[in-house]
């Protein structure tokens, strides 16, 4: 009976190591996903809040395309998203400003390529009109 008991506790002691690398390589995959993705989404968030800020100022100011679409390029530029200035698009109406921005972010997982598509954009209207 002493037999068993010492067996079946070392083929215990193995699973369980066994077990632990497997969540650590887990962990390990997770954090560096992580670590691809999150800054991806930390510069869409920014350049969102840019485009929003922008737009409202842009019906004060009655800033013209050009110089909306000269604002978002350079915090596009700033924040290395690949997005050219032609993928931002700037309606100027009578009632307001519409700022738009289409984007991919090609994210290389080492065994997996996938691209992250954006579409951050903003309207302002002018309360006066």
Request: glycine share 2%; net charge positive.
């Amino acid at each position: 009976m002493r037999c068993l008991t010492s067996s079946s506790k070392r083929s215990q002691r193995g699973e369980g190591k066994l077990k632990a690398i497997i969540y650590t390589l887990i962990l390990f995959a997770a954090v560096y996903a992580a670590v691809k993705i999150v800054p991806v989404y930390v510069a869409e968030y920014q350049l969102n809040d840019k485009i929003t800020e922008q737009a409202r100022f842009a019906v004060v100011n009655h800033y013209t395309e050009d110089q909306i679409r000269d604002i978002i390029f350079k915090v596009i530029q700033d924040l290395d998203i690949p997005a050219n200035r032609e993928d931002i698009k700037v309606q100027n109406t009578n009632h307001g400003v519409m700022i738009s921005v289409n984007y991919s972010v090609p994210v290389d997982f080492k065994v997996y390529k996938t691209e992250f598509n954006f579409s951050p954009s903003s309207e302002a209207r002018d309360l006066m009109k």
